[in-house]
C-alpha cells in the first residue's frame, strides 16, 4: 500500500501540532459519510462539501485546519481548490491530504507542488487514511 500514499510535512496546522477540524470533500456520498463519521468519532470537529466550490466557502465558513480533497467533481475541481487555497496566507491555510482515483506520478507531483501534504489513491483503507493524518500531526 505504500506506493500508493505520499506524505510531506503538513502547511496548515495548529499551533499546539493537532488538526482540531477537517473538512471533507469528495462529491461521492459514501466517502463523504464514511469519513465524517471517522472523524466525528475520532474527535475532529467535521465539515463536509460535495463539490469545489462548497469546499470554499465551507473553508471561508469555518476555517479548517485540514482538507481531505478529492480531485474529480462537478462545478469546480480538486486542483481548482489547490490553486485558490495558494493564495491564502500561509498561516491561513489549511493542510490538505488529496484523496483521488487519480494515481499516476504525476498527478502526485502535481498536488504535492501545490501545497498538499499528503496524498491517497482510491481506493483507499480508512485506517491508512487515519494513519497519514496523525502521521501530519506528529510531523509538525
Excluded: N
Excluded at 20 to 48: K, P
Amino acid at each position: 500500500m505504500q506506493d500508493r500514499m505520499t506524505s510531506v510535512v503538513p502547511i496548515g496546522m495548529r499551533t499546539d501540532g493537532h488538526f482540531h477540524s477537517v473538512l471533507v470533500v469528495d462529491d461521492e456520498v459514501q466517502v463523504v459519510t464514511v469519513l465524517e463519521m471517522t472523524l466525528r468519532g475520532e474527535g475532529y470537529a467535521t465539515y463536509t462539501a460535495h463539490d469545489g466550490l462548497e469546499a470554499l466557502a465551507q473553508i471561508d465558513r469555518h476555517h479548517p485546519d485540514l482538507v481531505v480533497l478529492d480531485v474529480m467533481m462537478p462545478r469546480k475541481d480538486g486542483w481548482s481548490v489547490l490553486e485558490s487555497l495558494q493564495e491564502m496566507p500561509l498561516h491561513e491555510r489549511p493542510a490538505v491530504i488529496m484523496v483521488t482515483a487519480l494515481a499516476t506520478a504525476g498527478d502526485r507531483a502535481r498536488a504535492t507542488s501545490m501545497g498538499a501534504s499528503a496524498y491517497v489513491a482510491k481506493p483507499f483503507d480508512v485506517d491508512d487514511l487515519l494513519g497519514i493524518l496523525h502521521g501530519l500531526e506528529l510531523a509538525s
